[in-house]
């Protein structure tokens, strides 16, 4: 019987082996060169066309969301705001003007009066007021009753030309903020392209902006080691090889997979990590090679 039983281990030893080998997933990954490389850079654009008045950012400069990198000649754009709010006052004040439809009224309620005058004179007395004159007077009576409503109309459309000139004001103030050239995000001015006195058109690079903070190291692993759905999100060590033997880990997870399989058979894979400075200066650069170890468990 113990004989029977042993055989039976040994045949589903035999049997399932294979596939037990093929379902297991080491507890880690190392990749010995993962590359480092930036998540986000820009190159920061003019917004407006003119003349650089002042470019503050420099080289190496590290700069915050919102902070003003250039600044680009705004004193046409500034007597354009100064135009329009003058033309936005004016119209503030047409669209109060009532008197146009006061003084309408006012002479439509007289020559009202005075129609219905002439109407009971020849009632009671017929052809004491000529036809003629009494069809004057209600044409005169309709003439500022139509008045009014054009006066109304025309206030209305004042009303308008208020929203109007409110939007051109907008505007204009618009193309003075344009001409600060800010940082979009926290970063490093890597390189300035324009100078002051430059001329700049809308559109055209004034420097190189890149984010420092969050880095991605990217590497590749073969098809036959992992399926994409084992790697996604799996938390990641890395360790990177300093000056003098020193060295540095982070941390991070595996935010971005290819849907590539390259010639050798293997897909890319990138870790989302969160960058240390040391000394003042951020540790992980661009271009640096790094061990990346994937982990499982």
């Not at 590497?219 to 799996?234: K, L, N, Q, W």
Request: aromatic share 6%; with cysteine.
């Amino acid at each position: 019987m113990r004989v029977s039983i042993i055989a039976i281990l040994s045949l589903a030893a035999v049997g399932f082996g294979p596939w037990a080998e093929c379902s297991a997933v080491a507890a880690t990954k190392v990749i010995p060169r993962g590359l480092v490389s930036l998540i986000e850079e820009a190159q920061v654009p003019a917004q407006e066309p003119g003349e650089l008045m002042e470019v503050v950012a420099h080289d190496g400069q590290q700069v915050s969301s919102g902070e003003v990198l250039a600044r680009i000649d705004d004193k046409l754009a500034k007597l354009e705001l100064d135009v329009r709010k003058t033309e936005l006052d004016v119209a503030q004040k047409r669209s109060k003007d009532t008197v146009s439809i006061d003084y309408a009224k006012a002479a439509a309620k007289v020559l009202e009066a005075d129609y219905w005058r002439k109407v009971k004179s020849n009632e009671q007395v017929p052809g004491s007021v000529p036809k003629a004159e009494e069809e004057r007077a209600l044409l005169e009576y309709e003439q500022y009753r139509q008045q009014i409503i054009k006066a109304e109309f025309e206030l209305e459309i004042a009303v308008l030309e208020v929203k109007v000139s409110e939007a051109q004001v907008a505007a204009a103030n618009e193309h003075i903020v344009r001409r600060e050239i800010k940082a979009p995000w926290d970063g490093i001015v890597d390189e300035v392209h324009r100078h002051t006195g430059d001329w700049v058109n809308s559109g055209d690079p004034i420097l190189r902006l890149v984010r420092m903070d969050h880095l991605k190291i990217k590497a590749s692993i073969g098809v036959d080691e992992y399926t994409p759905d084992e790697v996604m999100g799996r938390p990641v060590t890395v360790k990177v090889l300093l000056a003098r033997g020193a060295t540095e880990t982070f941390k991070g997870k595996i935010a971005g997979i290819s849907p590539i399989v390259d010639g050798n058979n293997e897909f890319s894979v990138w870790a989302a990590i969160e960058n240390k400075k040391r000394n003042g200066y951020w540790i992980l650069r661009d271009g640096m090679y790094a061990e990346m170890t994937i982990h499982f468990d």
